[in-house]
């Protein structure tokens, strides 16, 4: 079955970046028509989409964050990595990473891991 | 961006009532999805492509809508269906999220 778990520092300081890991299995990103996206919800508050990455290496960000987001695969490891530069205390949410199918879009999403950004 | 805006922000329902929620596209789509959230859990898919019904998505919901206009309707309302609903398109970049909606059985 498809499976994704996020792994993340917990804690941070501000200016310091922030390094997301999402291990996954039950796919292949090497699959035509796969992705793994990252969403982030601060506490109590809504849904941000930050990045994904396709089977082909496409990759894509929300300009609002663009200059500060990396996104990476390691498709042998079944691994999706996201960095954030120069976090600060707005950084502070869960993050969220997801299957992306062209066709159905988010269909599985990992636990999320809690992320705090803290002097 | 394309802004969603989802309304009622809160609301609530008796068993076997009749739900709908809306959400209103700032630019026509092509189409909606939701996702349902209950508090200490990630999203789940629940309807894709405007009207299609994720894996285990019980048949009294349902979606439909079109251009900027689409809505999730839940036929009779049940007490497992109390949680936050979100729309969100894939039409264009960036990809965005309404607001939710927090149902709430009363």
């Known amino acids: 079955q498809v499976t994704l778990k996020e792994s993340g520092p917990g804690i941070l300081q501000p200016s310091q970046t922030l390094s997301l890991t999402c291990s996954f299995s039950?796919?292949?990103?090497?699959?035509?028509?796969?992705?793994v996206g990252w969403i982030r919800q601060p506490s109590g508050k809504g849904l941000e989409w930050l990045a994904h990455?396709?089977?082909?290496?496409?990759?894509r960000y929300n300009p609002a964050l663009k200059s500060r987001l990396t996104i990476s695969k390691d498709t042998s490891s079944n691994q999706v990595f996201l960095k954030i530069a120069s976090v600060d205390t707005a950084d502070t949410a869960t993050y969220y990473c997801?299957?992306?199918?062209?066709?159905?879009?988010?269909?599985?999403w990992g636990q999320g891991t809690s992320v705090t950004v803290s002097s | 961006q394309i802004v969603l805006t989802q309304s009622p922000a809160i609301m609530s329902a008796s068993p076997g009532e009749k739900v709908t929620i809306t959400c209103s596209a700032s630019?026509?789509?092509?189409?909606m999805h939701w996702f349902q959230q209950k508090p200490g859990t990630s999203p789940k898919l629940w309807i894709y492509?405007?009207?299609n019904l994720a894996s285990g998505v019980p048949a009294r919901f349902s979606g439909s809508g079109s251009g900027t206009s689409y809505s999730l309707t839940i036929s009779r309302m049940e007490a497992e269906d109390a949680a936050t609903y979100y729309c969100?398109?894939?039409?264009?970049?960036?990809?965005?999220f309404g607001g939710g909606t927090k149902l709430e059985i009363k």
């Open positions: 997801a299957r992306i199918m062209i066709t159905t879009g988010m269909d599985y």
């Open positions: 039950g796919f292949s990103l090497s699959t035509s028509g796969m992705g």
């Open positions: 990455i396709w089977w082909d290496d496409d990759k």
């Open positions: 630019s026509s789509v092509s189409y």
């Open positions: 492509s405007t009207s």
């Open positions: 969100q398109q894939r039409s264009s970049y960036p990809w965005t």
